[in-house]
């Protein structure tokens, strides 16, 4: 069964630097999303992502975010200089293009900020 | 007003209890509604989608109410392995087909 992959599982980076959290979305799959989740809170949008750019995103996603879909596979969501408060599982997610199909997410990467 | 609310538990039921959620939403403008499962530390997982017409798969059964705009989910005869948190999902398409996730309502389901 075709899922999405993302990787690492777990970064541990130090406060200020910059991070690549990597995924694969389904093959076949048109829309892209990253959320994040911190320890014990609800899952929160960040971006969308459609035809090579950014359709939708929240006001999480500023500055020190930023999205790439460099090749025909790869996601990656680049926090430049990373703050403490960035330490969360990050999700991506994939789905088919409408708006009735289910998104699929990937096991996300939970990123630690020291 | 959260976009999307709800009660976030815990609800404790013993095994083969009947247990409900409900879940509102703040916009008028969404289109599609699903309920997902998330198991600690887990990614959420599609349990299913929520269709106007109301729809039943095993002892799930999911409603929506659009005029009230809530969304409901029905467990019946519940297991040990449903003990998990279960997250409402709405889908606006006019806001980049973004899917917007509730709080959650924890479920423990007890021997």
């Known amino acids: 069964e075709p899922e999405v992959t993302q990787t690492p599982s777990h970064q541990v980076t130090q406060m200020g630097q910059e991070v690549i959290l990597r995924c694969v979305p389904i093959?076949?799959?048109?829309?892209f999303y990253w959320y994040r989740q911190i320890l014990g809170q609800k899952v929160e949008f960040l971006v969308s992502?459609?035809?090579?750019?950014?359709?939708?995103k929240s006001e999480i996603f500023d500055d020190q975010f930023s999205v790439e879909r460099p090749d025909g596979s790869n996601f990656t969501l680049k926090i430049r200089s990373t703050k403490l408060e960035d330490s969360a599982m990050y999700f991506c997610?994939?789905?088919?293009?409408?708006?009735?199909?289910?998104?699929?997410f990937g096991q996300g990467t939970r990123l630690t900020v020291v | 007003r959260k976009e999307v609310e709800q009660d976030p538990g815990p609800f404790n039921v013993p095994e083969g209890a009947t247990v409900a959620f409900n879940c509102t939403y703040s916009?008028?403008?969404?289109?599609?509604f699903f309920w997902y499962r998330q198991d600690c530390r887990k990614e959420p997982k599609l349990l299913m989608s929520?269709?106007?017409s109301g729809n039943e798969d095993g002892r799930f059964t999911a409603q929506l109410n659009r005029a009230s705009q809530y969304i409901s989910l029905l467990i019946r005869d519940s297991k040990l392995s449903d003990s998990a948190t279960y997250l409402c999902?709405?889908?606006?398409?006019?806001?980049?087909?973004?899917?917007?996730f509730g709080g959650g309502t924890r479920l423990m389901v007890k021997p």
């Open positions: 997610a994939s789905r088919t293009t409408g708006t009735v199909t289910e998104a699929f």
């Open positions: 093959s076949n799959h048109l829309y």
């Open positions: 992502f459609y035809n090579n750019e950014i359709s939708e």
């Open positions: 916009n008028s403008a969404s289109q599609s």
């Open positions: 929520v269709y106007s």
């Open positions: 999902v709405v889908n606006t398409y006019n806001a980049g087909n973004m899917l917007t």
